[in-house]
């Protein structure tokens, strides 16, 4: 819970509640470990029927923390709640394991998943924009308990990913900023926006510190008179401060630009929900892009998963069970304690946790779901369904100079 979130316990607010007289304050700490309050801002009037402009400011209504809107994205949600089940389930392919052992990189024909696997190289945190990635720095966490079994499919989707057909609904969701000074309490990779580097003669993966995706309902508007209220290296280099408008931040050309070049690894398309016993799973594939080299084609895919607890009781993650299915006729099976190296609590108090990882197949599409097995406070176990998703390339875009050039990781 952030330090806005703890102090207002806002979470669960009605729309109806927010309004200009809620006035925002944070904590600031002194040396002598006493704390103070200081004004934020005031809590706007959510919008139902009308989108965020560029420049909003806002609370996270999950996380708590302070963010600004930098632009949207239209995009298809698939919630396997609101669908009936009566749709027959299709029968699994028969399948033969072909191996099991530590995870390593991706073999012909066969997906890579790197949830607890470090094989994509280092990292590189972006400072500015992205054309400043230069050096490769840390990787991500790894979690080297994982197994895998390779299977050989007979086709089609696997089986139990399609048990029952999901239409999606159109929703907004906007590419956000966050301030720095809350990224340390929040339950959520900060850094989970990467992107591949141009380079030919390494396997660099970069990321971008304090960018997010949010969906339009965990938008809470507020406002402010400070002309500088969010701390991020791009805030001002995206946004300026102008008295006469509403909200009073607009894009400059460099925001504009930056979109439009890296349009292709930024867009968000798909969503997918499903909830098991209370416990709501999301998920967004983004498409990474491919690398060729003489041997194979390379198509790589980062994706984010959002776990929140709906219900009054605390559970804990504890393990994960993943299959991937590879247009190349592959079904694989990843099993290992926890995520990124961590076994999330998730409690009435603290009831989300967010992380992304990364995925690759040597073949332009495929399919991914699974469950989390979780261990309820009263020591109740049981396994909460991943929603299967589709992992699809697109056709490559020309790069233009200083333009972002996908590649494999």
């Given amino acids: 819970m952030g330090v806005l979130e703890k102090i207002l316990h806002i ?54 923390y302070r963010g600004v809107v930098l632009f949207p994205w239209t995009a298809r949600v698939y919630d396997r709640d609101v669908h009936s089940t009566n749709k027959p389930k299709s029968v699994a392919p028969q399948t033969t394991s072909s191996n099991s052992g530590t995870s390593s990189g ?8 790197t949830e607890s696997s ?10 500015g924009s992205l054309e400043d990635a230069q050096a490769p720095a840390k990787s991500p966490s790894a979690d080297n308990s994982n197994t895998k079994n390779a299977s050989s499919s007979s086709g089609g989707e696997a089986g139990e990913s399609n048990t029952k057909e999901v239409k999606g609904k159109v929703h907004t969701f906007y590419q956000v900023l966050i301030d720095s000074r ?9 850094e989970a926006v990467t992107f591949l580097g141009n380079q030919d003669s390494n396997r660099s993966l970069y990321a971008i510190p304090g960018l997010d995706y949010v969906s339009h309902d965990d938008i809470m508007p507020y406002s402010t008179g400070e002309k500088m209220p969010l701390q991020h290296e791009l805030f001002e280099k995206f946004l300026s401060y102008s008295a006469d408008r509403d909200p009073p931040f607009e894009a400059k050309d460099t925001l504009k630009t930056w979109q439009e070049k890296n349009h292709q690894w930024l867009e968000l398309s798909d969503v997918h929900k499903e909830t098991t016993e209370n416990i709501r799973v999301t998920v967004i594939p983004f498409y990474m892009g491919c690398r060729e080299t003489p041997a194979s084609s390379v198509y790589w895919w980062r994706y984010s998963i959002r776990l929140e607890n709906l219900g009054s009781l605390t559970v804990q993650l504890r393990e994960r069970h993943w299959r991937i299915f590879s247009l190349s006729g592959t079904l694989e099976t990843v099993r290992g304690r926890g995520v990124v190296g961590q076994e999330p609590i998730l409690s009435p108090r603290l009831p989300a946790f967010q992380y992304s990882s990364h995925v690759s197949l040597q073949a332009p599409s495929g399919h991914m779901w699974g469950t989390f097995r979780l261990e309820r406070e009263d020591g109740h176990m049981f396994d ?16 233009s100079p200083g333009q972002t050039k996908n590649t494999d990781e």
């Fill in 11 to 64: 979470r669960n607010v009605s729309p109806a509640i927010i309004n200009s007289n809620c006035i925002l304050r944070r904590t600031i700490k002194k040396p002598a470990s006493q704390t103070r309050l200081a004004e934020v801002g005031r809590l706007e009037p959510t919008k139902l029927d009308s989108k965020y402009e560029t420049g909003q400011l806002f609370l996270h209504r999950i996380f708590g």
């Fill in 106 to 113: 991706a073999t012909k024909g066969k997906p890579s998943s």
């Fill in 118 to 127: 470090n094989n994509l190289g280092s990292t590189t945190t972006v400072k």
């Fill in 182 to 190: 809350d990224c340390p309490y929040i339950r959520a990779q900060t």
């Fill in 384 to 399: 909460c369904k991943i929603p299967p998703f589709s992992l699809e390339s697109k056709p490559e875009e020309t790069s």
